[in-house]
């Protein structure tokens, strides 16, 4: 509430210093198209086969049901929201959208012909996420590196309760773009507290859809409801996300998807012989451990072998690996990924989170605040350190 008074008492202090809006709805002469860059998300759920009224129910209010030759068996798919074509195979959506595993996309509204998604590249800051969608063709919104000012005009597209009804659109006068401090959770997972920079519109609770110019160009995504900000629409700028569109475009999408693979790639302790390593014992961190957020996810380094090449670069027992490289470490087959294909004396980035007093903590929520550092680690077979 407090929140909210005192949003409302800003509004009021910048109401004069606005330019006022056009007396008369502008043309949005691309709306057909905007309608067209939606795209829905969704994630394959199976029911109870146990359970024929809940199997029918969920057919027919949440999405299409995949039968198996029996009535009341088979996989359902489950709404989560929308997304929008920014590329011929490529969708941007918020990240929250897909914690459950298994989404998919349907890319017509009209046609139920389902094709996986790949997340090819995320922000949790951002709270956004791009989905590859192999063998899709989809109709790609233009993109706005602007940020919409107070009095500007917008469309925001969004879609129906139902999946039988058209997508809808609604114009509005935006109210400018605001700057909040909100809890989130950083790449890693750990719990923080970032400013993010959200468009304000006049359209409560927006959850779904998109936001665009007259033009036509993609200006926004809605944030979703936000904690203490009930009854308020925000949008996510899309030129923020704009670092992490154009990376992805200018990817072949073959590259990304092996990346994306190649996280189940592991390999054994008796294998390490003559191949590259950092000189660690580690242990993962369980979910159970990193869901309060207090710890990033990664691997907990319990031993430094003396005069390896992690103990030359500064690296210590209790520190936690997040990151080598480009990949992010969240299994031990992420980190055995991230050095087997490299080779002897090759020196990596490597980012660990270190937090005094970690292994001889009897709970976290005694810990202090750690820190993230950044060291370079060059990499030696087992045979060279022992000389």
């Known amino acids: 509430m407090k929140h909210r008074f005192f949003l409302f008492i800003l ?11 056009s007396e008369s709805l ?3 002469p691309r709306a057909e198209d905007n309608r067209a860059s939606l795209v829905s998300v969704f994630s394959r759920q199976t029911p109870d086969p146990g359970s024929a009224d809940q199997a029918r129910s969920w057919g027919e209010n949440f999405g299409i049901r995949f039968s198996e030759g029996k009535e009341e068996v088979g996989d359902t798919l489950t709404f989560r929201g929308t997304g929008v074509a920014v590329g011929d195979c490529y969708v941007l959506c918020r990240l929250s959208l897909l914690r ?12 139920d012909t389902v094709l996986t998604a790949v997340t090819v590249a995320r922000d ?6 791009v989905l590859y969608v192999k063998d899709a063709s989809l109709s790609p919104a233009p993109l706005d590196d602007s940020v919409p000012g107070a ?3 917008a469309l925001y597209v969004f879609p129906p309760a139902s999946r039988n009804h058209p997508i809808l659109l609604d114009a509005g006068v935006l109210s400018g773009t605001l700057e909040l401090s909100l809890p989130t959770y950083d790449i890693y997972g750990l719990k923080a507290r970032i400013t993010r920079k959200l468009i304000l519109g006049p359209w409560s609770d927006a959850a779904s859809g998109a936001l665009f110019s007259p033009q036509g160009d993609l200006l926004g995504i809605p944030a979703g409801p936000l904690q203490g900000y009930e009854g308020m629409g925000f949008f996510i700028p899309v030129s923020e996300a704009m670092p992490m569109i154009r990376s992805v475009l200018s990817e072949k999408p073959v590259r990304s998807l092996a990346r994306e693979e190649n996280r189940t790639v592991s390999a054994s302790a008796d294998l390490l012989s003559g191949r590259p390593r950092m000189g660690v014992r580690i242990t993962v961190l369980s979910p159970a451990v990193t869901i309060t957020g207090l710890l990033p996810s990664g691997a907990l380094v319990t031993e430094v072998e003396r005069n390896s090449p992690a103990d030359r670069a500064g690296m210590q027992n209790g520190d936690i690996i997040v990151q080598i490289g480009d990949q992010i470490i969240r299994s031990d087959g992420d980190l055995q990924t991230a050095i087997l294909g490299r080779k002897a004396g090759e020196t ?4 660990v989170y270190r937090v005094k007093g970690l292994l001889q903590a009897d709970n976290l929520s005694g810990l202090e605040d750690g820190t993230y550092l950044d060291m370079e680690v060059t990499l030696a077979t087992l045979e060279s350190i022992l000389r």
């Open 11 to 21: 509004l009021l202090v910048l109401l004069p210093f606005m330019p006022a809006a």
């Open 26 to 28: 502008p043309a949005f």
């Open 100 to 111: 459950e595993s298994g989404e998919t996309v349907i890319p017509s509204q009209e046609s």
């Open 124 to 129: 949790e800051a951002l709270d956004l996420a």
């Open 151 to 153: 009095g500007d005009w």
């Open 348 to 351: 990596v980035s490597v980012r």
